[in-house]
Structure formats: C-alpha cells, structure tokens
C-alpha cells in the first residue's frame, strides 16, 4: 500500500474501516489493469499531493472537498496548466473510487473551484499546448538530406518516421511493433499486425498498411540491419556506435531513445532555429509530431472527420480537432458565406 499512499497520508483509521487499507492493496496489485503511463501519472500525482497534504497537514485520503479545492488551486498558483490541474483532480478521483470512498470531486465546491480554475486560465491567455507539426513536406526533406548517409542508424531513423507517420501511431505503439508483425499484401505493400493502442484494448488485432514509398524504406531497414532473421525482436532496435545492430527481445527502445530520432531528422531537414515556444514547450519536433502532422495533412486534403479519427484511432472528435483546429479554421460557414456571397 505504501507504493501508492505513504504512511501517514491517511486519516485514523477505526478497526471497522481497516478495509481500506486492504482496498488499496488489492488496487495496488491489479495495477496492470491499468496503462503504464496512467500508472506513472498517478505515483507522480500522489507524490506531489502528499507533500502538500503533509506541508499544509491536510489528509490525502479520504480527502475533503474544501482540501481539494485548497490543493487545484495551490497548483494553479505554481503555475501549472489548467490541463495538468484537470488530470490532478481526475486521478485523485481516481484513487478514491478503488479505494471505496466517496470522490471529493462530487461536491459543488470543487466543481466551482475547477470553473474558476479555468475560467482564470482561459482569460489570462492560457492556450492549449501542440507539438510541431511533422509532415509529409518535412519526411521528404529528411529522406533526401539522409540519401546519401545510408548508414544503419540512418536506415532505421527513416523507417521509423515512415511508420509513425503513415500510422499516425504514438512512439510508444510503434515501439512495439515486432519484427514478426510485419505481412506482406499481395501487390507486396506492407501491412503491420499490432497488438493494442491507448485507446484500442481488446484481443483483436490492430492492422495498419503503408504505402508502397514507406514500405520500401522498412523493408531496406529490415534487411540491411539482419532483423529479417529475428521474427521475435523489435522492428527498431538500437544501433552501437561501431555500427553493429543490437536486437531487443524484452523491451522495445526507451522513450528518450525515440524522441532522440525527431531531433536529428529536425537538424538533417536543415532547421537552425527552434520554433516559437508553445507553452515553454515543443520548440522542435517530439515524439507527438508525426501524428499531428499526419492528421493535419489529411484534414488538408479534405478527408473527413471519422475517416482521420479511425486512422489516428481517436475516440473523440473534440480530441482531434485541437490537432487540425487551425487547418479547419477556414472552412466554417460564416466564411464560406462571406466568400461565395454573391452581391
């Protein structure tokens, strides 16, 4: 239990409410029930929470309304997103409800306090953050500044950013595509069979096809790296500095390991200068750029809404239009009516 709630974090407790406790446990060991990443968030929540509960001597759990009122707000004082504050409050909520107890969050108080929280943020000019676009002008860019640098690591950099982008798949998903995941359709284009995504869980199989540009690029990777011969390892895997492949069988490549391949394709595309910040972040591409980019291009070249939703495997439209929100910014209807206005 004290994995997730540190001794004295919580209120006395009677022998009649000792099930607590057991409650925590029993959530503790069905963390796997659970993505990693929401598990990380959470031990990270619960640490900063439990510092401020001990600091302030407020409880963590059960937590009251005033408390957490008290604590969104502290966090907004530090200046932490409205976004941030919002998972703060969702995985205390969280919490509560496997613990069994009533979610402080139910109360008018903190829905007032969460309504103030944004409404303050909104006014003073808090926009939500978003990645720098990778696209398919810039993957051309890439590949032709790479063309000449055939080397192993090059090789695999250009696969990857051929597959996140032509699957709009996060990094992490990717990652996990194996090397006997990958089928061949009948004209030989390639078709990658994956195992689940954050919001896709179920014992189906994902399927993604690329096209015949992307599926040459994998196919010179799997080849030239000799993973061809290793069905079991990661389709990327890392490459020693004496240019020797080493393939990974238990774990796909770390997270930084990933994101390191955005920021050489954003040197080898020529860029000098970092972008203007957003939210003090994404002043080059990230890990989350292929899949903004991706989704982007398609809303350009006038593909609808459920068509890009089922590519990028969105579950809400609202989610994806904070992507593409500046590509639709023209297409509303009081545009198209003052543009084809006929006088």
């Known amino acids: 239990m004290d994995e997730i ?24 060991q069905d963390k796997e029930a659970f993505a990693p990443n929401t598990w990380r968030q959470l031990m990270s929540v619960m640490r900063v929470c439990y510092r401020w509960a001990s600091a302030n001597n407020r409880s963590l759990l059960p937590m009251s309304p005033e408390d957490l009122r008290d604590y969104l707000s502290y966090l907004q004082s530090i200046g932490r997103a409205s976004s941030t504050i919002g998972t703060h409050q969702s995985l205390i909520t969280m919490l509560h409800r496997n613990a069994g107890v009533i979610p402080p969050s139910t109360s008018p108080l903190v829905s007032r306090a969460v309504k103030k929280i944004n409404r303050v943020a909104v006014v003073s000019g808090e926009r939500t953050g978003q990645a720098v676009p990778f696209r398919l002008s810039d993957l051309q860019k890439v590949e032709a500044a790479w063309a000449d640098h055939q080397n192993l690591r090059n090789l695999r950099d250009l696969a990857f950013l051929h597959v996140a982008y032509s699957t709009l798949m996060r990094i992490s998903e990717v990652a996990r595509f194996r090397v006997g995941d990958v089928m061949r359709a009948e ?10 995504t954050k919001t896709i869980l179920d014992t189906g199989s994902l399927v993604k096809a690329l096209g015949s540009k992307s599926s040459a690029v994998l196919t010179r990777w799997i080849v030239a790296s000799g993973l061809i ?8 895997s890392p490459v020693h500095r004496s240019g020797k492949v080493m393939p990974m069988i238990d774990a796909p490549m770390s997270t930084p390991a990933l994101k390191s391949i955005f920021t050489r394709a954003w040197e080898a595309a020529g860029h ?3 972008a ?12 989350h750029s292929a899949r903004v980019g991706a ?4 809303a350009r070249k006038g593909y609808s809404v459920p068509q890009i939703m089922q590519e990028g495997t969105w579950k809400k439209p609202e989610t994806l239009m904070r ?9 509303g209807a009081m545009v198209d009516l003052m543009e084809n206005h006929d006088e």
């Open 187 to 196: 004209d030989g284009r390639i078709i990658l069979e994956g195992s689940w």
């Open 272 to 274: 000098t200068h970092t």
């Open 5 to 28: 709630i540190p001794k004295g974090a919580l209120l006395p407790l009677s022998s009649a409410d000792d099930d607590l406790a057991q409650r925590l446990r029993e959530f503790v």
């Open 229 to 236: 011969n290793e069905p079991d390892a990661f389709l990327f």
């Open 295 to 298: 989704a982007q291009d398609l």
């Open 276 to 287: 203007k910040p957003n939210k003090n972040r994404y002043r080059r591409w990230s890990g």
């Open 323 to 331: 992507y593409i929100r500046y590509v639709e910014a023209h297409k």
